[in-house]
Nanobody
Framework: QVQLVESGGRLMQAGGSLRLSCVASGRILRAYSIGWFRRAPGKEQEFVAAINWSGGRTYYSDSVKGRFILSRVNSKNTMYLQMNSLKPEDTAVYYC?????????????????????WGQGTQVTVSS
């Protein structure tokens, strides 16, 4: 069993920076991919970023590419989503998710259906 807890979300001004954290417990996740997704009010959940087990491969949605950076510290079972140049359209609940099916996957999954464990989410609100 895996528990994921996100933190760091808050109200921000457009153009600001924010770092979200996702701490895993219950199982060591250093061999598995982690994804971040978000759900904005009235919209469907969308992929934000994903990182493979080593941190050597990261993928971003076009909407956040060049502004967000996903990293992980496996010794701490913690993942970080650095969000820069925030925009009002980044307003959403952000979720981290763990893929615990595919050990040592080189290319992290981009689909939410590939992730079995999810955190409760953290709210990010960006005002203009």
């Amino acid at each position: 069993q895996v528990q994921l807890v996100e933190s760091g979300g808050r109200l921000m001004q457009a153009g600001g920076s924010l770092r979200l954290s996702c701490v895993a417990s219950g199982r060591i996740l250093r061999a598995y991919s982690i994804g971040w997704f978000r759900r904005a009010p009235g919209k469907e959940q969308e992929f934000v970023a994903a990182i493979n087990w080593s941190g050597g491969r990261t993928y971003y949605s076009d909407s956040v590419k060049g502004r967000f950076i996903l990293s992980r510290v496996n010794s701490k079972n913690t993942m970080y989503l650095q969000m820069n140049s925030l925009k009002p359209e980044d307003t959403a609940v952000y979720y981290c998710a763990a893929n615990t099916r595919d050990y040592g996957l080189e290319y992290p999954p981009l689909s939410s259906s590939e992730y079995a464990y999810w955190g409760q989410g953290t709210q990010v609100t960006v005002s203009s």
